[in-house]
């Protein structure tokens, strides 16, 4: 295996930040690793580091970054690239994430600045809904999306893989028939995680430049609510039923979108997403040993919850509350005892 600091430094010395200090920053879910480059006159920029050999690419990320940024938004500048063993340079776009500017702020100051945020966050994924999505992106297909919404049958249902494959069998095709009915007349870019963590505020910028973005890496063609659900319905931090009302207004507004017809789909892809998020975060705890994602299925499962009180999502939600169990103090600490028992 590869001596990743040796290529590291391999790397950097084909660029002007081959002296700088490095430090490490905060990581996600992936094999993925980011570190902060300082040169003693001020100038910063962030290596990313994904190790091939653990199953990551790099050339998604060039790909939808250089997209964006063709698009007037504010994906990080990619100012060197190695694809074969998994480096990039890229422009550092600070520490104002969403979630820590309004954690350090209370009161009226917070529910003012929290609405100038999520608008403008808004306002970007309404301009990145009127363009087409680059060529070779794979689409988030009604049949792949039933298919992830599937892994809380899978890995949450019984806290672990569930012998009894009847339950899951039969809610594959509702949820597919679900998503074919919403099935947008064009499809756009997603990316697919948009949430507080993700995106930078970047006030010395103009419009929706405004927004910094990160970790879009696994974008997909998708229907235009998806990434605004993921953006209002996160999985980290509480946001106010009333602010969803008024930033799906706000996205109809901007983008022609029939509100009815929007709220509907939007509703519909929200139950999808938590559903697999869900899965996912069971998934991580039992097979990848990380608990500390099952602290936050409780804010999933309300989420999935509030969804399904849509009109369009009745007999779903018979089905999916009568399959899933609620998750109580005691499935929660199951999901904990059992952390890194499956493979």
Same mark, same amino acid.
């Given at each position: 295996?590869?001596?990743?600091?040796?290529?590291?430094? @391999?790397?950097?010395?084909?660029?002007?930040?081959?002296?700088?200090? &490095?430090?490490?920053?905060?990581?996600?879910?992936?094999? &993925?690793?980011?570190?902060?480059? %300082? &040169?003693?006159?001020?100038?910063?920029?962030?290596?990313?580091?994904?190790?091939?050999?653990?199953?990551?690419?790099?050339?998604?990320?060039?790909?939808?970054? !250089?997209?964006?940024?063709?698009?007037?938004?504010?994906?990080?500048?990619?100012?060197?690239?190695?694809?074969?063993?998994?480096?990039?340079?890229?422009?550092?776009?600070?520490?104002?994430?969403?979630?820590?500017?309004?954690?350090?702020?209370?009161?009226?100051?917070?529910? /003012?600045?929290?609405?100038?945020?999520?608008?403008?966050?808004?306002?970007?994924?309404?301009?990145?809904?009127?363009?087409?999505?680059?060529?070779? @992106?794979?689409?988030?297909?009604?049949?792949?999306?039933?298919?992830?919404?599937?892994?809380?049958? @899978?890995?949450? !249902?019984?806290?672990?893989? /569930?012998?009894?494959?009847?339950?899951?069998?039969?809610?594959?095709?509702?949820?597919?028939?679900?998503?074919?009915?919403?099935?947008?007349?064009?499809?756009?870019?997603?990316?697919?995680?948009?949430?507080?963590?993700?995106?930078?505020?970047?006030?010395?910028?103009?419009?929706?430049?405004?927004?910094?973005?990160?970790?879009?890496?696994?974008?997909?063609?998708?229907?235009?609510?998806?990434?605004?659900?993921? %953006?209002?319905? /996160?999985? !980290?931090?509480?946001?106010?039923?009333?602010?969803? !009302?008024?930033?799906?207004?706000?996205?109809?507004?901007?983008?022609?979108?029939?509100?009815?017809?929007?709220?509907?789909?939007?509703?519909?892809?929200? @139950?999808? &997403?938590?559903?697999?998020?869900?899965?996912?975060?069971?998934? %991580?705890?039992?097979?990848?040993?990380?608990?500390?994602?099952?602290?936050?299925?409780?804010?999933?499962?309300?989420?999935?919850?509030?969804?399904?009180?849509?009109?369009?999502?009745?007999?779903?939600?018979?089905?999916?509350?009568?399959?899933?169990?609620?998750?109580?103090?005691?499935?929660?600490?199951?999901?904990?005892?059992?952390?890194?028992?499956?493979?």
């Amino acid at each position: 295996m590869p001596d990743r600091t040796q290529l590291a430094a @391999v790397f950097l010395a084909g660029t002007p930040f081959a002296d700088a200090e &490095r430090g490490p920053l905060a990581g996600d879910a992936s094999n &993925r690793r980011y570190e902060r480059l %300082l &040169r003693p006159d001020g100038s910063r920029a962030v290596l990313m580091d994904a190790p091939p050999e653990k199953g990551e690419d790099v050339r998604p990320f060039v790909l939808i970054a !250089r997209h964006l940024t063709g698009l007037g938004l504010s994906a990080p500048a990619i100012m060197a690239e190695d694809a074969d063993n998994g480096f990039l340079l890229i422009e550092d776009l600070g520490d104002d994430l969403y979630s820590r500017l309004l954690a350090s702020m209370s009161g009226d100051e917070r529910q /003012d600045t929290e609405f100038r945020l999520y608008a403008a966050a808004t306002d970007m994924l309404a301009r990145l809904s009127l363009a087409d999505p680059p060529e070779g @992106v794979a689409d988030y297909s009604p049949k792949l999306m039933s298919d992830l919404a599937g892994l809380a049958y @899978v890995h949450y !249902r019984k806290a672990g893989p /569930d012998p009894d494959e009847g339950p899951r069998a039969a809610f594959l095709p509702a949820m597919r028939q679900l998503l074919d009915a919403i099935a947008p007349q064009r499809k756009v870019l997603i990316m697919r995680d948009v949430h507080a963590e993700n995106l930078l505020w970047l006030p010395q910028r103009k419009g929706v430049a405004r927004v910094g973005l990160l970790d879009f890496q696994d974008a997909m063609s998708g229907h235009p609510a998806y990434d605004l659900v993921s %953006l209002l319905q /996160d999985a !980290r931090r509480d946001v106010p039923r009333a602010l969803h !009302r008024a930033m799906i207004a706000r996205f109809c507004a901007q983008t022609g979108a029939n509100l009815t017809t929007f709220s509907a789909a939007y509703h519909v892809l929200g @139950v999808q &997403r938590n559903l697999r998020i869900l899965g996912v975060f069971a998934r %991580l705890s039992l097979l990848y040993g990380k608990p500390h994602y099952v602290d936050l299925i409780p804010r999933v499962w309300d989420n999935l919850v509030s969804n399904l009180s849509h009109p369009a999502l009745l007999q779903m939600r018979r089905r999916l509350l009568a399959d899933l169990p609620e998750p109580t103090p005691a499935l929660l600490q199951e999901l904990k005892d059992r952390c890194g028992t499956l493979r």
